[in-house]
């Protein structure tokens, strides 16, 4: 028993890495899991052989990896080169918005989207984002207005609708809030969140 166990310890083969092709399609390939993308896009991002609109596009794919493994300040720091190399990579902004907000780095997440707006400025998530930004920052009355403003581009969106519900609720108008959770559910009857905020209220 010793003598197979010592015979397997010495005949272990060591696995290769994964060839550079096999790292590009784990970076690359929609499907692959998250530890394997981080892997996958540090190997060809380690190559010298890159050209910059390459790099830029797997620094975005790791950088949504460590967003996905809740790993915000690596993904904020991906983003970040990324939009080093391709200024013009909106959803590179607009996903590091994101991850300043789970950081709590409000203001920083607030100047991105203020960026943002200034190209996109009827894009109507932008605001409804922006919006919950502000809300998380105290500043109520722009949390309010983009709100308001992101029902007004997008007329169909149930998410806008909720927020500035919740935004009533959270300032004690309980009236409007629920006038707002009605209009989300009629948009759509499923939303969960909305049904949920809806119950817990009464009109004052």
């Excluded at 272990?12 to 996958?40: D, K, N, Y």
Aim: aromatic residues 8%; neutral net charge.
């Amino acid at each position: 028993m010793l003598a197979d166990l010592l015979f397997a310890m010495l005949s272990a083969e060591e696995i290769p890495p994964p060839t550079f092709e096999q790292a590009r399609a784990s970076c690359f390939a929609s499907r692959a899991l998250t530890r394997e993308r981080v892997a996958g896009c540090t190997q060809i991002l380690d190559a010298a052989t890159l050209d910059e609109r390459t790099r830029a596009r797997a620094l975005f794919r790791r950088a949504g990896a460590y967003y996905a493994l809740r790993n915000h300040r690596a993904a904020v720091a991906d983003y970040s080169s990324a939009l080093a190399l391709d200024p013009a990579m909106s959803e590179a902004r607009l996903n590091r918005a994101i991850s300043y907000r789970a950081l709590r780095q409000f203001d920083l997440a607030i100047a991105d989207y203020d960026a943002l707006i200034a190209t996109n400025p009827r894009e109507a998530r932008l605001y409804n984002n922006r919006g919950n930004a502000h809300r998380d920052a105290g500043h109520t009355d722009l949390a309010l207005a983009d709100f308001t403003e992101a029902t007004r581009l997008n007329p169909l969106s149930p998410q806008a609708f909720f927020n500035r519900g919740a935004l009533y609720m959270q300032l004690g108008r309980d009236r409007e809030a629920l006038a707002e959770f009605d209009h989300a559910l009629a948009l759509d009857p499923q939303y969960a969140q909305a049904r949920s905020a809806r119950s817990q209220l009464q009109p004052r």
